[in-house]
């Protein structure tokens, strides 16, 4: 009869990736220790999170990696002596988040507003009132990071000249740094280079509206946010049930207690991610004029006394129940945000100062929203100097919320009518505007190579070196552009 016994015990390892080993004790002194908690308040205990993590915890990498990087840029500036800011556009698709950073932002704004209108998982098109399924911003927060990566590997692989394969690549590169295509690559790898790598994971701030229901739903929905890769994520302070877009009417409050239990649900779910993630506190109580409830002594003294037929309280709205509502917030967020009507820059610094009297060096944010006529309110003058202005007075993100919604539809809007009068020559005179940009950076006119045919080439001939199937070279984009 055959022995099967083995000849020795096989090595079982001391630890697996994933293991979850930091205790209690350890968590609680990282949340003492670390200069990235100070001033942040947790109404649950280091305890709750390690009983909650379960013995593997997955890295989420790029949630980490962006929220590290969000938080760095929000603290290099946002002072009087250094009024700097970071800027954001609103992206609705992954091509825009690449153009985005391609021309030189620093981070992404990931608008609810844009998702229901264009880009949710139901297929409609819908007004912001979270209409759309919940994971449905999350998924376009994962399209954009997956439009990152592979505008990264790409780049990554038209920089690598040390293959003795890249005569056989379609988008190799040259040493001189141009493609074999024709195009030009913005770093290089070869030895020598004092190139610096273009960073393609700009980090994505992400819409949570008012969390899709109660805290359990806004700790599943961090939760999701964090897996697909967000790094900074923000509540507002509406009933979920009747959320409105912040420059809608009917807006409904909740109490003060109950948003800052929405706050602590989405800390609570970046903590036992061990995710780092930028929680963003909103209120919309500068316009919002009915409440759920007269629980909560912070809001008593704003109710009117009278009541709708929903059984809604009437509540005053106006920058006291703001700068209240913001104090009561400032604990529990990161960045706190005030949704306004117009741009109006007196009310943003009387905020910035209540807040700071109590909370000094409180970052804040602010949506420079298409949904004010700029030109109505300010002069040239003073929409060139708004933003600066903001900034001296900490507002250190800055953003455009639904900038994708409005620069998609304008485009082709434009190219549209005049293609309908004059046919090919519209056409030929946008084809010209993208060769005019290609001198500040532009790619995609070569949109080939811009979604990756170059990099999918690599990888054949990885497989097959004498491949004679390869598609970008002996195509007419090589041929012509």
């Known amino acids: 009869m055959t022995d099967h016994t083995p000849s020795a015990?096989?090595?079982?390892?001391?630890?697996?990736?994933?293991?979850?080993?930091?205790?209690?004790?350890?968590?609680?002194?990282?949340?003492?220790?670390?200069?990235?908690?100070?001033?942040?308040?947790?109404?649950?205990?280091?305890?709750?999170?390690?009983?909650?993590?379960?013995?593997?915890?997955?890295?989420?990498?790029?949630?980490?990696?962006?929220?590290?990087?969000?938080?760095?840029?929000?603290?290099?500036?946002?002072?009087?002596?250094?009024?700097?800011?970071?800027?954001?556009?609103?992206?609705?698709?992954?091509?825009?988040?690449?153009?985005?950073?391609?021309?030189?932002?620093?981070?992404?704004?990931?608008?609810?507003?844009?998702v229901a209108a264009d880009a949710n998982l139901s297929g409609q098109t819908y007004p912001d009132q979270s209409l759309y399924p919940a994971n449905s911003v999350p998924a376009v927060v994962r399209r954009i990071n997956n439009a990152l990566l592979r505008a990264d590997q790409i780049e990554s692989s038209e920089a690598w000249v040390s293959t003795p394969r890249q005569a056989q690549d379609g988008a190799g590169s040259t040493t001189d740094g141009?493609?074999?295509?024709?195009?030009?690559?913005?770093?290089?790898?070869?030895?020598?280079?004092?190139?610096?790598?273009?960073?393609?994971?700009?980090?994505?701030?992400?819409?949570?509206?008012a969390g899709f229901g109660?805290?359990?739903?806004?700790?599943?929905?961090?939760?999701?946010?964090?897996?697909?890769?967000?790094?900074?994520?923000?509540?507002?302070?509406?009933?979920?049930?009747?959320?409105?877009?912040g420059h809608m009417g009917g807006k409904v409050l909740v109490p003060t207690a109950q948003h800052i239990r929405t706050l602590n649900a989405a800390r609570l779910a970046a903590d036992v991610a061990g995710v780092p993630t930028v929680v963003i506190a909103r209120t919309d109580s500068l316009a919002a004029t009915l409440i759920t409830s007269d629980i909560d002594p912070r809001d008593q003294g704003f109710l009117t006394g009278d009541r709708t037929?929903?059984?809604?309280?009437?509540?005053?709205?106006?920058?006291?129940?703001?700068?209240?509502?913001?104090?009561?917030?400032?604990?529990?967020?990161?960045?706190?945000?005030v949704e306004s009507s117009e741009p109006d820059l007196e009310l943003a610094q009387r905020f910035a100062a209540a807040i700071h009297a109590e909370f000094p060096g409180k970052k804040l944010a602010y949506n420079c929203s298409p949904s004010f006529n700029w030109k109505s309110h300010l002069d040239d003058a003073q929409i060139a100097a708004f933003q600066r202005?903001?900034?001296?007075?900490?507002?250190?993100?800055?953003?455009?919320?639904?900038?994708?919604?409005?620069?998609?539809?304008?485009?082709?809007f434009t190219l549209a009518a005049d293609y309908a009068e004059r046919q090919m020559s519209a056409y030929v005179d946008l084809q010209e505007a993208e060769f005019a940009a290609e001198s500040a950076g532009y790619t995609a006119t070569r949109h080939q190579r811009e979604v990756g045919t170059g990099y999918f080439d690599r990888i054949a001939t990885a497989l097959n070196p004498t491949s004679a199937t390869l598609a970008l070279a002996g195509s007419t984009e090589a041929e012509q552009f």
């Open 309 to 337: 037929a929903e059984g809604f309280y009437d509540t005053r709205n106006g920058i006291d129940v703001v700068i209240a509502r913001g104090l009561a917030y400032a604990p529990y967020a990161d960045l706190i945000w």
């Open 178 to 209: 141009s493609t074999t295509d024709g195009s030009t690559t913005d770093r290089s790898t070869t030895a020598g280079s004092t190139t610096e790598p273009r960073d393609w994971l700009a980090p994505i701030v992400a819409d949570a509206e």
């Open 9 to 114: 015990s096989p090595r079982i390892p001391a630890s697996r990736p994933g293991d979850q080993t930091q205790t209690a004790a350890e968590l609680a002194l990282e949340w003492a220790a670390d200069p990235r908690w100070d001033g942040i308040r947790r109404d649950y205990t280091a305890e709750d999170v390690i009983a909650l993590r379960g013995s593997v915890r997955e890295e989420r990498t790029l949630a980490r990696r962006g929220a590290e990087k969000l938080w760095e840029l929000v603290n290099q500036n946002g002072t009087a002596e250094n009024p700097e800011w970071v800027s954001a556009l609103g992206a609705l698709t992954g091509n825009q988040a690449v153009q985005q950073v391609r021309a030189g932002l620093k981070a992404i704004y990931l608008s609810g507003w844009q």
């Open 214 to 245: 109660g805290p359990l739903n806004a700790y599943e929905l961090m939760h999701s946010m964090i897996e697909a890769g967000a790094a900074g994520v923000h509540w507002e302070d509406q009933l979920a049930s009747e959320k409105k877009c």
């Open 389 to 412: 202005e903001l900034a001296k007075a900490g507002y250190t993100f800055q953003f455009i919320t639904l900038a994708g919604f409005h620069a998609l539809n304008h485009s082709m």
